[in-house]
């Protein structure tokens, strides 16, 4: 992660990236409460009609367009266990 993080602040929004995971690729927008990002999210995901928590560590932002988006890695070990839909052979 780069060592100069920027100035937020209290309300400011930036973009999420989701990478690796049930979420990956996809985006969200949060709101920085306390000046900063969050260093993980917990995001509850429905994966084949199941709901699981499943969390995201913070990797890297860029500023695109006076936005932040920042990076968020899965983190399989602080993650509840899914069934990914390709392994279960019932239906894709």
Do not use: C, W
Not at 65 to 81: I, L
């Amino acid at each position: 992660m780069t060592d100069a993080q920027p100035t937020l602040s209290h309300g400011d929004e930036y973009i999420v990236i989701y990478r690796g995971g049930p979420n990956d690729g996809q985006m969200d927008t949060r709101i920085s409460t306390d000046g900063n990002f969050d260093t993980e999210i917990t995001v509850l995901t429905a994966i084949g009609g199941k709901e699981t928590l499943t969390d995201y560590n913070l990797v890297d932002f860029i500023e695109v367009g006076g936005k932040y988006h920042a990076n968020y890695a899965y983190d399989a070990k602080d993650s509840e266990p899914f069934d990914d839909p390709e392994d279960r052979g019932d239906r894709q």
